[in-house]
């Protein structure tokens, strides 16, 4: 079997696996899905592994940052909230590009889509912008279950490296 038959059957076979299990548990496959596909973007390999992995979960933490930082500091009123949300939204993703300096966080864009995931989460399910479930230790806050999703993704898609390359063989 070709390489690429092989890793389309795995990552086939894994992506109805995941899907069911994270249908069923209150997880994001969404989010999976797009840590799956930024471990391969990162290099297919363990080091793409930790980058994605890394990066994903403090991109979701600065979003879940600006997100906190949004709702308790009330200058929305004040500026407006366009001008109050693009100030903050800019200053954290600023920081988080900056922190590529530090090596466990050099690989912007897996830290970009953890912020962008956490953000659609946040703005596209109804009620998660709260300050209460931002703050819980639950699957109702942004930052817990972003994350998790996005590392058992990045999981499911060192997996289905390594089984496309047993199918390959």
């Known amino acids: 079997m070709s390489q690429l038959v092989a890793l389309s059957v795995s990552i086939g076979v894994l992506g ?14 969404w989010a999976a899905f ?5 471990f391969f973007h ?18 979701a933490f600065c979003a879940w940052l600006a997100a906190v930082i949004l709702l308790s500091v009330p200058l929305g009123g004040t500026l407006g909230l366009p001008l109050w949300a693009a100030i903050v939204v ?9 922190a590529a300096h530090i090596k466990a966080f ?9 912020y962008a995931a956490t953000f659609a989460f946040l703005l596209q399910t109804a009620g998660m ?10 699957l109702q806050n942004g930052l ?21 390359a047993l199918l390959a063989k």
């Open 16 to 29: 109805g696996i995941a899907t069911f299990l994270f249908l069923n548990s209150g997880l994001l496959i």
């Open 34 to 38: 797009v840590a799956w596909a930024c």
């Open 42 to 59: 990162s290099g297919g390999d363990t080091n793409g592994l930790r980058n994605t992995i890394v990066g994903n979960v403090f991109g």
């Open 90 to 98: 800019g200053v954290t993703v600023l920081g988080m590009c900056l």
């Open 106 to 114: 050099s690989v912007i864009p897996a830290s970009v889509y953890g």
């Open 129 to 138: 912008l709260n300050k209460d479930k931002l703050l819980s230790a639950s």
């Open 144 to 164: 817990v279950v972003v994350a998790l999703s996005m590392v058992i993704g990045a999981l499911f898609g060192f997996a289905s490296g390594k089984v496309g």
